[in-house]
């Protein structure tokens, strides 16, 4: 089971960290992603990391002001978001499929899928 926590409000500019930790179980070797939902729009990608951390993927939106890690000690994956802007506001869904290396940016690629975390900014 996958659960996202520490979403929020936040003013345009600003950062925040939202975060997702694997409950009864490790997933292990298993890529981990992000992905959001805005009202009245589809899912889309957001990023992603392998199970080694060596190798990420961004959207083009979130490129150079996301950055996506991961502690497997701690069964965590992590999204650090700064200089956010109105139009990242969504509802943020971490996401873990079984490609250790490979972090493709297709929904139905991965199996498993948190509950999901709000993140609201102001202009």
Request: charged share 20%; with cysteine; aromatic share 14%.
């Amino acid at each position: 089971q996958l659960q996202a926590y520490g979403g929020g409000l936040v003013q345009a500019g600003g950062s925040l960290r939202i975060s997702c930790v694997a409950c009864g179980g490790t997933f292990k070797m298993y890529s981990m992603g992000w992905f959001r939902q805005a009202p009245g729009k589809e899912r889309e990608f957001v990023a992603a990391v392998s199970w080694y951390g060596d190798t990420t993927n961004y959207a083009d939106s979130v490129k150079g002001r996301f950055i996506v890690s991961r502690d497997n000690t701690k069964n965590t994956v992590y999204l650090q978001m700064n200089n956010l802007k109105p139009e990242d506001t969504a509802v943020y869904y971490c996401a873990a499929g079984p490609f250790t290396r490979a972090t493709p940016d297709v929904e139905n690629e991965y199996d498993y899928w948190g509950q999901g975390t709000l993140v609201t900014v102001s202009s």
